[in-house]
């Protein structure tokens, strides 16, 4: 009978854990918008919601995996500003405590677009990037 279980039952290998949070865009709107100035803990289950093909800088490809789901390293806040969606969200580096704001990464990401690919590739191998806003950018090279 145990032979003939496993053939009706086979076990797959390779199963993944999942979490059983929702995943969060920057899109989403929290639940309780902090005050101006204030950092509020999110859920680490944080996809960036961006159009197919969407070019990943080299600040990118630190944040964030090739599916745009946000590196175990780094960790996302909500920030409470004074603009029309009243938030901002900020990505920060557990183990270096650098930050990027995510209107300095949307800014870079429009300027990485208009680069040459040799220019592009240029900085993904020297390293370096620019010193962005006063999230206290993250300064290689």
Same mark, same amino acid.
């Given at each position: 009978? =145990? *032979?003939?279980?496993? &053939?009706?039952?086979?076990? @797959?290998? $390779?199963? *993944?854990?999942?979490?059983?949070? /929702?995943?969060?865009? @920057?899109?989403?709107?929290? /639940?309780?918008?902090?005050?101006?100035?204030?950092?509020?803990? &999110?859920?680490?289950?944080?996809?960036?919601?961006?159009?197919?093909? !969407? %070019? @990943?800088?080299?600040?990118? +490809?630190? &944040?964030?995996?090739?599916?745009? !789901?946000?590196?175990? +390293?780094?960790?996302?806040? %909500?920030? =409470?500003?004074? !603009? *029309?969606?009243?938030?901002?969200? &900020?990505?920060?580096?557990?183990?270096? $405590? *650098?930050?990027?704001?995510?209107? #300095? %990464?949307?800014?870079?990401?429009?300027?990485?677009? #208009?680069?040459?690919? /040799? +220019?592009? @590739?240029?900085?993904?191998? /020297?390293? !370096?990037?620019?010193?962005? $806003?006063? $999230?206290?950018?993250?300064?290689?090279?």
């Amino acid at each position: 009978m =145990g *032979k003939f279980l496993h &053939v009706l039952m086979r076990r @797959q290998n $390779g199963a *993944k854990a999942r979490s059983r949070e /929702k995943r969060i865009t @920057q899109n989403d709107a929290p /639940k309780n918008i902090p005050p101006a100035g204030v950092y509020q803990a &999110v859920s680490q289950n944080f996809k960036m919601d961006l159009p197919p093909g !969407t %070019l @990943q800088t080299d600040i990118d +490809q630190m &944040v964030f995996k090739s599916d745009w !789901t946000l590196n175990p +390293q780094w960790e996302v806040r %909500l920030v =409470g500003v004074k !603009t *029309k969606r009243g938030w901002e969200y &900020v990505f920060r580096h557990r183990g270096t $405590g *650098k930050e990027y704001d995510e209107v #300095d %990464l949307l800014r870079y990401r429009h300027s990485w677009a #208009d680069m040459s690919e /040799k +220019q592009r @590739q240029e900085r993904l191998a /020297k390293g !370096t990037s620019p010193y962005l $806003g006063g $999230g206290g950018g993250i300064r290689r090279g």
